[in-house]
């Protein structure tokens, strides 16, 4: 139970071996835009929800992946930049 509670705490903190929230927050958009769409599709033209709503919730979830994305590939950049400036200077 302590594992679980510390998983689920970790999606607060801002660590680098932590879950990420973004991530979370995607899946779940995600598999609410799925089910959503799945059980309007058996339902008439004009209780489907308008094509703002999928096509807003398409791009936060998009956009959600994408940050977290660039976090990553800028962390892995900079990250590798600053132990290469650190080296030099100790080197020296």
């Known amino acids: 139970m302590k594992k679980l509670i510390s998983f689920i705490a970790g999606f607060f903190l801002d660590k680098p071996d932590a879950p990420s929230m ?14 959503t769409l799945y059980h309007n599709s058996f339902s008439e033209a004009h209780v489907a929800p308008s094509e703002a709503l999928v096509y807003s919730v398409t791009l936060l979830i998009a956009a959600l992946l994408g940050l977290k994305v660039l976090e990553k590939l800028i962390e892995g950049y900079f990250g590798k930049k600053n132990s290469n400036d650190d080296s030099e200077e100790t080197s020296n």
């Open 22 to 35: 973004k991530r979370l927050i995607a899946l779940f958009l995600g598999i609410l835009l799925g089910v």
